[in-house]
């Protein structure tokens, strides 16, 4: 059971890498990732409640601990995503950083709630993943999700949903620091004039562009290695009059694929085969 879990795992997350590629709004997005996750988290539900036995107790861990928090913490990402651009204040700039500071205080507020079970997961500890991860096994002593008491005891654990929210919110911290940054970019508008905004289009996919982008960040390319990726990224939008949106989901992205360095490694092929030419 354990392998048809894993597929559709694996099927909803390229799915969900189909839809980013597709489409720029980030409303638009979020609603339709959210179909497409609870879509899945149905699927995996219907199995567990109809195949029941895991057959091992290592199988019902990996999936309690890794397989259903990776679909749930989807669904949870990109409803705060949805909530957070709906609700966002149209008016000023200050407005609208004082509503980004006060969602990711609150992402701070969970972290400092869950400190101990926070350092146990991020730290690939199991000691006691057969009672946090094992279904019948809860412990009142431990910090349960107040969710637990109304979920269905043979889809879930007592700390399965904060796996999730922990994956969820780590990413969610990102994309918000991102926003704030971007806010305050905008005062800048003017700061960078290598040359005439007009003259460049970048014209080929954008995730390529931000592999490259974190190829020199890595690098330290720029700054004696000081300038910080956002930095990077606002500068390369303006030279090139494009839109990356958020380029650390994008990252994110890159890093999932089964080719990372994809762009990266059609530019070597390509400037390889051109001086090989030139030099024959």
């Given at each position: 059971m354990i392998t048809k879990c894993i597929k559709i795992v694996?099927?909803?997350?390229?799915?969900?890498?189909?839809?980013e590629s597709q489409l720029q709004n980030i409303t638009e997005k979020a609603e339709q990732a959210l179909t497409i996750t609870k879509l899945y988290h149905t699927k995996l539900q219907e199995l567990i409640l109809k195949t029941k036995d895991f057959g091992t107790q290592e199988d019902e861990i990996k999936f309690f601990k890794e397989l259903k928090p990776t679909v749930?913490?989807?669904?949870?990402?990109?409803?705060?995503?949805?909530?957070l651009e709906t609700k966002?204040?149209?008016?000023?700039?200050?407005?609208?950083?004082?509503?980004?500071?006060?969602?990711?205080?609150?992402?701070?507020?969970?972290?400092?709630?869950?400190?101990?079970?926070?350092?146990?997961?991020?730290?690939?500890?199991?000691c006691?993943?057969?009672?946090?991860?094992?279904?019948?096994?809860?412990?009142v002593h431990l910090l349960i999700e107040p969710d637990y008491f109304y979920a269905d005891p043979a889809f879930c654990t007592s700390h399965d949903l904060k796996v999730a929210k922990i994956i969820a919110y780590d990413v969610l911290a990102i994309y918000i620091k991102s926003e704030i940054t971007k806010i305050a970019s905008k005062k800048d508008k003017n700061g960078f004039n290598v040359m005439d905004k007009k003259q460049l289009y970048w014209t080929d996919?954008?995730?390529?562009l931000v592999e490259l982008i974190y190829a020199l960040y890595i690098q330290g390319s720029f700054n004696r290695g000081t300038a910080d990726i956002k930095e990077l990224s606002s500068a390369f939008e303006k030279l090139f009059n494009v839109d990356l949106g958020d380029i650390y989901r994008s990252y994110i992205e890159i890093k999932g694929r089964q080719n990372p360095t994809k762009f990266l490694d059609e530019l070597k092929t390509k400037l390889n085969a051109k001086i090989r030419v030139e030099d024959n």
């Open positions: 694996e099927d909803c997350e390229n799915k969900l890498i189909e839809l749930v913490s989807k669904f949870i990402y990109w409803s705060n995503i949805l909530t966002k204040p149209i008016g000023s700039e200050k407005a609208q950083r004082k509503f980004l500071k006060a969602a990711l205080k609150d992402l701070i507020r969970f972290w400092n709630q869950n400190l101990e079970f926070y350092q146990y997961y991020r730290s690939k500890n199991n006691l993943d057969h009672v946090l991860f094992v279904r019948g096994k809860e412990d996919n954008k995730i390529s």
